[in-house]
């Protein structure tokens, strides 16, 4: 499995004119090795591919790591990388722009005489953005648990109870019901809060009549689902309900433009066209989706002057939702899997406005 993944980054390397890339973002490491500890590099070529880590990852990179040799480090890391690179008298090496630091682009800068570096944007990244079959059945079941979770939590959901408290609840099922973590702090934001789309929970009371938005993930074998539900509490009067069907509206018809082919800003158009003509376009003031996978925010993003083709393969999310400031806000976003005919809804979970 990894072998195809290391040979679909090789790929890139000539047209990123470097002999080696220098992997240091952790879900590209993880995505390429299966390697998950917090501390490692990868030096992929064209003929071999080698992480480094450090003596605590001894073990587990034993257990973990496929298509890659392992060099355990037995001081800083960049020290044994740096030598290991002095040694294959590179031309010209290719690294992460976005995910390398500093002191890592300093080092090589400085102690790689007669190495060109080359700055290398999300390439890994967009290998990641299209899942094979074991990775889309790992977010298929990411998303279950979560939906899972969110029913579970509903009966949670009282007026006079606080929005920490259903968020502590809802990240506690994850956990009790085999989740690894959540994959972003919960989101629960109750009357005027929900208006912020990433509300932290507060002591905040959540109150009869009002909106609850609840904005939740959770990890599963390294992989996060991502769903949003905004309820009434009660009756959350004529306005509430106008704007919850135009966001209704949005995201289904965001949804029935999903299929490989269509750009990006062209699922994103759509959810905007909606709003227009509800007159709440100024009240949608994020981009439609994001794709997710080993993180919660990856490639593509469904958003204005996105030219990316959709894909087979593809997992994003489709949440539009409009803010209106001191009233509310709603947003309703399910996991959509690109098909090759069109998509699928990965997310079970009704999103007919629920009075509770
Ligand atoms: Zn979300
Ligand atoms: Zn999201």
């Given at each position: 499995?990894?072998?195809?993944?290391?040979?679909?980054?090789?790929?890139?390397?000539?047209?990123?004119?470097?002999?080696?890339?220098?992997?240091?973002g952790l879900a590209n490491i993880r995505y390429?090795?299966?390697?998950?500890?917090?501390?490692?590099?990868?030096?992929?070529?064209?003929?071999?591919?080698?992480?480094?880590?450090?003596?605590?990852?001894?073990?587990?990179?034993?257990?973990?790591?496929?298509?890659?040799?392992?060099?355990?480090?037995?001081?800083?890391?960049?020290?044994?990388?740096?030598?290991?690179?002095?040694?294959?008298?590179?031309?010209?090496?290719?690294?992460?722009?976005?995910?390398?630091?500093?002191?890592?682009?300093?080092?090589?800068?400085?102690?790689?005489?007669?190495?060109?570096?080359?700055?290398?944007?999300?390439?890994?990244?967009?290998?990641r953005?299209?899942?094979?079959?074991?990775?889309?059945?790992?977010?298929?079941?990411?998303?279950?648990?979560?939906?899972?979770?969110?029913?579970?939590?509903?009966?949670?959901?009282?007026?006079?109870?606080?929005?920490?408290?259903?968020?502590?609840?809802?990240?506690?099922?994850?956990?009790?019901?085999?989740?690894?973590?959540?994959?972003?702090?919960?989101?629960?934001?109750?009357?005027?809060?929900?208006?912020?789309?990433?509300?932290?929970?507060?002591?905040?009371?959540?109150?009869?009549?009002?909106?609850?938005?609840?904005?939740?993930?959770?990890?599963?074998?390294?992989?996060?689902?991502?769903?949003?539900?905004?309820?009434?509490?009660?009756?959350?009067?004529?306005?509430?309900?106008?704007?919850?069907?135009?966001?209704?509206?949005?995201?289904?018809?965001?949804?029935?433009?999903?299929?490989?082919?269509?750009?990006?800003?062209?699922?994103?158009?759509?959810?905007?066209?909606?709003?227009?003509?509800?007159?709440?376009?100024?009240?949608?003031?994020?981009?439609?989706?994001?794709?997710?996978?080993l993180e919660?925010?990856?490639?593509?993003?469904?958003?204005?002057?996105?030219?990316?083709?959709?894909?087979?393969?593809?997992?994003?999310?489709?949440?539009?939702?409009?803010?209106?400031?001191?009233?509310?806000?709603?947003?309703?976003?399910?996991?959509?899997?690109?098909?090759?005919?069109?998509?699928?809804?990965?997310?079970?979970?009704?999103?007919?406005?629920?009075?509770?």
């Open positions: 499995m990894n072998h195809r993944r290391l040979n679909g980054l090789r790929e890139f390397l000539p047209r990123s004119r470097a002999d080696a890339l220098l992997v240091s390429l090795t299966g390697f998950t500890g917090s501390s490692a590099l990868l030096l992929v070529s064209d003929h071999d591919a080698v992480l480094f880590t450090d003596r605590r990852y001894e073990v587990q990179a034993a257990q973990e790591v496929q298509g890659a040799a392992v060099t355990v480090a037995r001081g800083p890391l960049l020290t044994a990388l740096i030598g290991s690179l002095k040694r294959r008298c590179l031309r010209r090496l290719g690294f992460e722009r976005g995910r390398a630091s500093y002191e890592l682009y300093e080092a090589l800068r400085s102690r790689l005489e007669g190495c060109r570096l080359r700055p290398v944007a999300g390439t890994v990244e967009q290998l953005a299209i899942k094979d079959a074991g990775e889309i059945e790992f977010i298929r079941r990411a998303v279950e648990l979560n939906s899972a979770v969110f029913e579970k939590c509903l009966g949670r959901i009282r007026a006079g109870r606080t929005e920490a408290d259903l968020a502590s609840a809802i990240d506690h099922t994850m956990r009790l019901m085999g989740g690894e973590k959540p994959a972003f702090e919960t989101i629960v934001a109750a009357g005027p809060r929900s208006a912020l789309p990433h509300a932290r929970p507060s002591l905040n009371l959540l109150r009869k009549n009002e909106f609850i938005l609840v904005d939740q993930g959770v990890i599963l074998r390294g992989y996060s689902s991502d769903m949003t539900r905004t309820m009434a509490l009660g009756d959350p009067g004529r306005k509430g309900r106008r704007v919850y069907q135009a966001v209704l509206e949005a995201q289904m018809a965001a949804i029935s433009q999903v299929r490989p082919g269509v750009t990006a800003e062209q699922v994103d158009r759509q959810a905007r066209k909606v709003f227009r003509k509800h007159g709440l376009e100024k009240a949608f003031v994020h981009s439609t989706g994001h794709g997710v996978g919660i925010h990856e490639a593509p993003r469904l958003g204005r002057r996105e030219k990316t083709k959709l894909e087979a393969g593809m997992v994003v999310t489709i949440e539009p939702g409009a803010y209106l400031e001191g009233f509310g806000g709603v947003r309703i976003e399910d996991m959509v899997l690109v098909t090759e005919r069109g998509c699928e809804v990965l997310t079970p979970t009704p999103k007919d406005l629920r009075v509770l």
